[in-house]
């Protein structure tokens, strides 16, 4: 069977080999490449390479060489067929017929591949010619010397329409083909066809694999767009390739990050400066494919670029809609990061007047997706009345729902809602002071709790036990809460709003507070499949430690016997949490005497006065 040329080349370029090969046997970074010992032959010392950069594996010892379909083919041991089919499978790609238009199509794109890098050379030497003066001075200007001129290629069009076609004629190329891959167009006043870029400096665009593909120009002197790039052709589509893609890949694989920037200009300066995964969109907002390329770039487990936004307003709202794009395709290990630029400077500005250091300094201050998703709906938003604050969360609900895979938008959906509940739990406890059990209904963290109508301890309350440390209790919490989830309507805030200090316990916390939000009514054993689904296997350790030694917390025990249980060890977590508020609440007075950081202060002094009382409480004594 066979398959078309193009079709080939774009599941080679879909797959890196160090993926294919990394899902068959492990692999050692060396470098640039990877090395295995090899799986064609016996041998102890590892002499098999995989180069993602140039494509291919080799071995040193045996011999064996080849692509990513030759790889797959010998260590899978299939056909040419069954191999293109599997590898196809795995990048999501369907598999054509080939047909005698194709061929035609594939040998088309070859000539189209002439033409274009033909066109660049002629650029290339224009930028040295008496017409291409005022570019190369510009250039000098943005502080780019030959070196760097030469590293990217860079060229000028010349203000006559006709020099460039003239040229490639010469050269034996035809009109129709220059039209078809963007270099001409055919005029509205009849004549012949003239040049697309005139009187510009020329930024060739290349593809995956390095081959010039299209054009962006800059204008020097007149009127028209400051910037354009070369029409969609066969050969170019703008929203699925990036300004120095095929660099950035090689750096990517040498551990060096990912940056997406807005110009041309940007990306050279950081190249220069160091940063050799700088890419760029052309001439637009960055694009789902893009986004998916991105990705690609990187080796798995690495996949978090870092997106360099203008720290000005329209820099925020370029930078809100990336996340919006991004957010439908996030998967485990893929995400991206957003750095701002502050004081209008852009990465090539910045460099220039202060330096490599201080664009490190803009990545290393890099902000998790996480908290620009946060920004994106909290800023500038009124949380001042209840129903402002789930305006808020059905805003982050929404956001967060759009993400595709289950496992990352129940991880966000938990992160949201631990940063919502972090922002506003203690509000209504400082609003009123906790009341003892005496003085009425406890507020534990804002929220009213039924007391019960015996207040005597359960008989197996265990009365001699002493009260468990911190970690002791959360652990207390949540086994009573897995053994006895009916519990979450009536505790269910209490348990979402205080952070524990055990962080595996913590997050088990928000997992179940997540789960019983969204799936209200669940018993003991659906609450504990969904958790084991969501990666938490050690349930039994959690359940059976507190189990043992505190009766109420039992699957057996009566709901009441939980209802007591659960109720006096929150409170003394409470009191903890308040105490430590508190605390915290003690020095940022100290650091800053304002009247917001005072009447902080003293709500949480009157809360932990009342909190005091239940925490003294002779009943809570195990």
Not at 435 to 454: H, K, V, W, Y
Request: with cysteine.
């Amino acid at each position: 069977m066979a398959f078309p040329p193009q079709f080939l080349e774009e599941l080679r370029a879909r797959l890196a080999l160090s993926d294919v090969v990394g899902k068959r046997m492990r692999l050692i970074r060396a470098g640039r490449e990877f090395k295995a010992p090899c799986p064609f032959h016996n041998e102890k010392t590892p002499s098999f390479y995989v180069n993602d950069q140039k494509g291919f594996f080799h071995c040193f010892g045996c011999g064996a060489h080849g692509d990513i379909i030759g790889f797959a083919m010998r260590h899978d041991n299939l056909a040419f067929p069954e191999a293109v089919e599997q590898l196809a499978a795995e990048a999501g790609l369907q598999v054509p017929q080939s047909t005698p238009e194709d061929r035609q199509r594939f040998e088309r794109q070859k000539s189209l591949h002439d033409l274009v890098e033909a066109a660049c050379r002629w650029f290339e030497l224009q930028l040295f010619a008496p017409s291409g003066r005022v570019a190369l001075e510009y250039l000098h200007g943005r502080g780019l010397d030959e070196e760097a001129i030469t590293r990217f290629r860079l060229g000028h069009a010349p203000s006559d329409g006709n020099a460039l076609r003239i040229h490639l004629a010469r050269e034996g190329f035809k009109e129709p083909d220059m039209i078809e891959a963007g270099l001409v167009r055919p005029s509205d006043y009849g004549g012949g066809a003239f040049s697309f870029f005139r009187n510009r400096v020329m930024f060739p665009v290349t593809d995956r694999r390095g081959r010039v593909v299209a054009f962006g120009g800059r204008i020097l002197e007149g009127e028209g767009p400051k910037y354009i790039n070369s029409a969609d052709n066969p050969l170019f589509h703008k929203g699925k390739l990036l300004y120095n893609m095929s660099r950035a890949r090689q750096a990517a694989a040498d551990d060096k990050p990912v940056i997406v920037v807005e110009g041309y200009m940007d990306v050279i300066a950081l190249v220069r400066a160091g940063f050799e995964g700088a890419v760029a969109p052309l001439g637009t907002a960055l694009t789902e494919s893009q986004i998916l390329e991105l990705w690609k770039l990187s080796p798995s487990g690495q996949r978090v670029p870092i997106l360099c936004f203008d720290g000005d307003n329209a820099g925020q709202r370029a930078a809100f809609r990336a996340v919006e794009r991004i957010l439908p395709h996030l998967m485990p290990d893929h995400s991206v990061k957003v750095a701002f630029m502050e004081g209008g400077e852009d990465p090539d500005s910045l460099i220039r007047k202060q330096g490599a250091k201080a664009m490190q300094e803009v990545l290393d201050g890099a902000r998790p997706l996480a908290d620009v998703l946060w920004q994106m709906e909290a800023e500038g938003r009124a949380v001042d009345s209840p129903e402002a604050r789930a305006g808020l969360q059905a805003a982050l609900d929404e956001r967060v729902g759009t993400i595709n895979d289950r496992t990352v938008q129940s991880l966000y959906r938990d992160e949201m809602r631990r940063r919502f509940y972090e922002k506003f739990r203690a509000r209504p406890a400082f609003q009123q002071p906790f009341q003892g059990r005496q003085g009425g209904p406890g507020r534990f963290g804002g929220r009213n709790f039924r007391q019960p109508r015996n207040t005597d301890p359960p008989p197996d309350y265990q009365r001699s036990r002493p009260r468990p440390a911190r970690e002791g209790r959360e652990r207390v919490l949540l086994a009573t809460m897995l053994n006895h989830p009916e519990l979450f309507e009536e505790f269910g805030e209490a348990l979402g709003e205080v952070q524990f200090l055990a962080q595996p316990l913590d997050l088990l916390r928000q997992a179940v507070v997540s789960v019983l939000v969204e799936h209200p009514g669940l018993d003991a054993a659906a609450l504990g499949s969904h958790l084991t689904s969501k990666g938490f296997s050690n349930l039994e350790d959690v359940v059976g430690a507190a189990s043992f030694l505190y009766a109420f917390a039992r699957a057996e025990a009566t709901l009441d016997q939980a209802r007591r249980g659960w109720a006096d060890v929150w409170g003394q977590t409470y009191c903890d949490h308040i105490r430590s508020e508190r605390q915290e609440a003690t020095q940022s007075l100290a650091r800053d005497l304002n009247m917001d950081n005072w009447s902080r202060l003293k709500a949480l002094q009157e809360a932990e006065a009342g909190a005091a009382e239940f925490d003294d409480d002779p009943d809570l004594e195990y």
